[in-house]
């Protein structure tokens, strides 16, 4: 339908819509996340949630203790090499559709610990984080402002077509494999179907 | 109206009453039919869910004679119970409700005492 009818109509008291659009408002205001700390950003996750930042505001504040029941796993914090593979198989377990936010310089990067030989330089080399937000640890603002952004991108979801989101698509693994403990290092290191290292070009 | 007919009003309830537990659930069985494929795995069908394996057999088994220390806490349980009246009235007490009182004591500690000479206090 066309927006400016839309509008128009809108005006008069008639609200129209589409299935998909009543679909994705549904999801985007209904998203719980896991209750998943790993590290200070944590704190911050928690502030987020009380009254004073009140992310209840977004129909998310009911962090779940399951990820059976979440939607959305906040990595709040430094992923250890020890801790990745848990943090993995939380995410293959938790129900469709799901989200990653990266929160915080450690989980998008490794951040301080980057140089380090026990910390993962980057949760997204082994599932697909939707949103990342930097700092050190990130202010409520930040992570709210993270968690409004992925409800935008909830709000543009196809429900059919070839754009459409991981969730809808047969095809698409629900589950991205756990690295295992090799003797070095994580086994595979990355997930390439998720990760590529950057390309720096020249020229 | 007839008789048979005052119940026709609670059939149209419980049918209305069905009717509102199962819509949600086949309007959400056929959206997932029509849009949102299923998509089990080993991980996500996994018994636990707190993000490790789970290893070794769920048919632990426990040290029965536990049950041979709950019993004996209940000795001491129970005298706690009679003394703490017994010394607050201690000095209103006659000389037969003293008898009375350290018999039952004795009863109690008898128990223990056999107890402990069956060695049951001792943890093998």
Redesign the interface.
């Known amino acids: 339908m066309d927006e400016g009818l839309k509008s128009e109509l809108q005006k008069q008291g008639i609200v129209t819509t589409t299935l998909e659009e009543l679909y994705n408002w549904g999801r985007k205001n209904s998203v719980w996340p896991l209750q998943f700390g790993l590290a200070c950003c944590a704190i911050e996750m928690i502030a987020t949630t009380m009254a004073r930042y009140d992310l209840a505001r977004f129909g998310a504040e009911v962090f779940r203790p ?3 029941q979440a939607d959305l796993m906040i990595v709040a914090g430094t992923v250890t090499k020890k801790m990745a593979p ?2 993995v ?2 995410y ?2 938790m ?3 799901k989200y990653v936010i990266a929160m915080g310089a450690c989980a998008i990067s490794g951040g301080p610990f980057k140089q380090g030989y026990n910390v993962l330089k980057g949760i997204d080399r082994y599932i697909p984080v939707d949103v990342h937000i930097p700092g050190c640890p990130p202010r409520p603002e930040a992570l709210i402002h993270a968690f409004m952004t992925l409800q935008r991108k909830i709000d543009e979801q196809q ?2 077509g070839a754009n459409r989101p991981r ?4 095809d698409v ?3 991205y494999p ?1 690295p295992k403990f090799g003797a070095h290092d994580l086994e595979p290191p990355k997930n390439p179907d998720v990760w590529q290292p950057p390309l720096a070009a020249r020229g | 109206m007839p008789a048979g007919d005052s119940y026709l009003p609670i059939l149209i309830l419980l049918i209305a009453a069905i009717g509102f537990a199962l819509a949600p659930l086949a309007l959400a069985w056929l959206w997932a039919w029509k ?3 299923k ?6 069908n ?1 018994t636990y ?5 789970s290893k070794g057999d769920a048919w632990v088994q426990f040290k029965s004679e536990y049950y041979l220390y709950a019993i004996i806490f209940l000795i001491f349980d129970v005298e706690t119970i009679f003394l703490l009246p017994f010394a607050v009235a201690f000095t209103d007490l006659s000389v037969a409700a003293f008898i009375q009182m350290m018999v039952f004591l004795f009863l109690l500690v008898a128990g223990l005492v056999w107890a402990w000479g069956k060695g049951v206090l001792t943890w093998k």
């Open positions: 399951s990820p059976r848990q943090v198989r939380l293959n377990q129900a469709e559709p429900l059919t969730h809808l698509d047969a693994p629900g589950e756990v | 849009f949102s494929p998509k089990p795995g080993q991980d996500k996994a869910e707190c993000g490790l394996e």
